[in-house]
């Protein structure tokens, strides 16, 4: 298995070579601009005259040069040196740059996940909360709905006696046309008020025997008011219910 | 019934505790598997009067009369009315809810001229406050019973759906006694016993079993002569009074019966010492023997479709109804139950037969119902001689002859048993009602 180079190693080496390089340039350069004068010289040329000159003044000249030189050498040495300078302070500037970034990133991180388990807390709070409510809504529920069974079956104990009495008020005030209705059939939906007008009768079936369901209809309304109990808790039962007629002689 | 309830709420308690999500509460449900027993409550109003003194007759109370008669209805005391109206646009329906009335019947009557009335009702429903049905009629004063009998023809109709029966006519015969003679007479009346007219007087000389043809327009009965032995049957024109003789027979006869088709007479003769059921075509005269039974086979009856004969046989040592087929064949025993069963004959439907049943144990005669499906026997009446009961047109009552003291008195009862009521009395002794089908 070949190995991974360490993450971050490769651009810091190409960084030294590069400067390495920058700087043999450099000194390549500074070496063909020293040798190029010489070179040169002779196609100024005036030799003769030259030798004419006086030798401190050439000697002169040549310090001259050479101070000159090394001047260009230093300023070219100290713009390098600027230079390099410069870009290790980009470098630097960059650097600074992006860690800064970085941090800006990782602070941003930092806060939206603080501020996700923050949020993950409250809502892992409100969710107890509604379980809580929930479970008391529940237990209040059950409460009621036992209370309602109670009720209701009180009702329902005590309906017989209610039912039987609806029932043989209607049944007395029934008169049949006489006939055959074996097997007929016809039903109402009844309303009453809590004093036992019946306020509404609907036919919700009938038996195809106008005469039958006529007489029927009339029963109930003959019948009214129903004997119903005044207490609260059985009109709730006792608003609304079902007469069915079903003749059998 | 009772039982029936309460196995009804027992269902539904059982329902009900079972029902334990919130909403599948069962509705109350109260069923009803008959009615109050009684008739129909109706009230109907006297009709106005316009005219000088007193109403030539009392319409409503006629209607009233005919209406409870039939069982189906129960008439509502006028003392208990809070308002009179004659006419629909008078009427308070309030005022007959109070009282329960289901249906109102007004009406007016009203003098137009001599012997000129104008009679107009109106059949009202209470609790959806329309009316039902109404008529007119302008007739002479003799006539305003048949009107009123019209009219309780169409409440009846409404109120039931079957056609009514009051506006037809009953024949039967009177015999009176003094010192030395009998005194017999065939009588015609409307069907409440009212107005009774006479069709034939013999002194001395029975007159028996009349005998309506299915078109109402002729009435045979057997009557015997001085002159000669044996026995007549006569055909009577009711609306002309004129009569023929069909048939005179050796030794005796009695309880002609039309065949539906009014071709037919089936009749029972006795001759050289056997009684048995012959059949004779009416405009011929032709006889044929139906039974050869040395027993005694009498009171013969048309099935309604023409196909079976009905008679009483004693044959099995007491009277009882058999059936056989209208050319005698295929006899068999119907009643099964009682002491004796005689004198039936069929309702319109065919599905029953009324007749005079003794019970046995010193019950004496009643009026029955004998169910032809199921064999049952239900008595309707409770007298000890009563007999020779005939069903109305429309089957809903029976008129029946029936002893008040030592006089024979006409009877109805309505086919429910519910209504029993004495006719009209009429001097002598009543026996062997006939109902007609028409008028």
Do not use: C
């Not at chain 2, 109404?134 to 039931?160: C, P």
């Not at chain 2, 011929?284 to 040395?294: C, Q």
């Amino acid at each position: 298995m070949p190995r991974r180079p360490r993450k971050g190693a490769r651009p810091i080496r190409a960084f030294v070579y590069a400067v390495l390089i920058h700087v043999a340039f450099g000194a390549m350069l500074g070496v063909t601009l020293w040798v190029q004068p010489r070179t040169l010289k002779p196609i100024e040329g005036k030799p003769v005259q030259a030798k004419a000159i006086d030798l401190a003044a050439i000697e002169r000249e040549k310090q001259r040069i050479a101070a000159e030189k090394k001047k260009a050498e230093d300023e070219k040495k100290r713009k390098e040196a600027e230079k390099k300078k410069k870009k290790k302070e980009e470098q630097e500037r960059k650097r600074k740059e992006e860690q800064k970034k970085k941090k800006a990133e990782e602070e941003k991180k930092r806060k939206e996940e603080e501020k996700k388990k923050k949020a993950a807390e409250e809502e892992k709070k409100r969710k107890e909360e509604e379980k809580k409510r929930q479970e008391e809504e529940q237990k209040r529920k059950e409460a009621e709905e036992a209370q309602r069974q109670q009720d209701e079956q009180d009702a329902v104990s005590a309906f017989g006696a209610v039912a039987w009495a609806i029932q043989e008020q209607v049944r007395s005030n029934w008169n049949p046309p006489a006939g055959d209705f074996n097997g007929m059939s016809v039903s109402f939906t009844i309303r009453v008020d809590r004093d036992g007008n019946v306020t509404s009768v609907a036919m919700s079936r009938g038996s195809g025997n106008a005469r039958l369901d006529e007489s029927a209809e009339n029963a109930i309304y003959k019948a009214s008011p129903l004997p119903i109990p005044s207490e609260a808790r059985f009109y709730e039962y006792l608003k609304e219910f079902e007469f069915v007629f079903s003749p059998q002689s | 019934m009772t039982a029936r309830i309460i196995r009804h709420f027992a269902a539904w308690l059982l329902l009900s505790a079972a029902a334990f999500s919130p909403n599948a509460f069962a509705k109350l449900t109260i069923e009803i598997t008959e009615g109050a027993g009684s008739g129909i409550p109706v009230a109907a109003v006297p009709f106005k009067w316009t005219g000088n003194g007193s109403p030539p007759e009392d319409i409503g109370a006629i209607v009233s009369a005919d209406l409870y008669r039939s069982g189906r209805f129960d008439l509502l005391p006028p003392s208990d009315f809070l308002s009179r109206p004659s006419e629909a646009a008078e009427v308070r329906y309030k005022d007959w809810r109070l009282i329960k009335a289901e249906a109102l019947i007004v009406g007016k009557l009203t003098r137009t001229g001599e012997d000129q009335y104008d009679v107009s009702f109106e059949l009202l429903d209470v609790y959806r406050e329309k009316v039902k049905t109404g008529l007119r009629f302008s007739v002479k004063g003799s006539q305003l019973r048949q009107v009123a009998h019209q009219i309780s023809d169409r409440v009846f109709y409404e109120m039931t759906g079957i056609e009514g029966a009051f506006n037809t006519r009953i024949a039967y015969v009177t015999m009176q006694q003094n010192d030395t003679d009998r005194t017999y007479q065939l009588m015609v009346a409307d069907s409440d016993g009212h107005a009774p007219q006479q069709i034939l007087k013999t002194t001395n000389l029975p007159v028996l079993s009349p005998s309506w043809s299915p078109n109402g327009q002729w009435l045979a009965y057997v009557s015997f002569s001085d002159e000669q032995s044996g026995a007549n049957v006569w055909l009577q024109d009711i609306a002309s009074g004129q009569r023929r003789r069909v048939a005179r027979i050796d030794g005796s006869a009695s309880a002609p019966a039309w065949s539906p088709d009014g071709r037919a007479m089936a009749l029972t003769i006795s001759s050289s010492g056997n009684t048995d059921i012959y059949v004779m075509q009416v405009a011929s005269g032709e006889l044929k023997r139906i039974t050869r039974d040395p027993a005694i086979d009498t009171e013969p009856a048309w099935s309604p479709d023409g196909r079976y004969l009905v008679f009483t046989s004693d044959r099995s040592g007491r009277p009882h109804i058999y059936r056989a087929k209208a050319d005698g064949t295929g006899i068999e025993r119907l009643t099964k139950e009682g002491k004796e069963n005689a004198g039936a004959s069929f309702d319109p439907s065919g599905e029953r037969l009324v007749m005079v049943t003794n019970r046995g144990r010193g019950a004496g005669y009643q009026i029955g119902v004998f169910y032809l499906a199921t064999g049952r026997t239900d008595v309707l009446t409770d007298g000890t001689l009563d007999e020779s009961p005939t069903f109305s047109k429309n089957g809903t009552m029976i008129l029946y002859a029936t002893k008040m003291g030592r006089e024979g008195v006409l009877a109805a009862v309505s086919a429910d048993g519910r209504v029993r009521q004495i006719l009209k009395l009429h001097d002598g002794d009543v026996r062997e009602p006939a109902w007609s089908v028409s008028r």
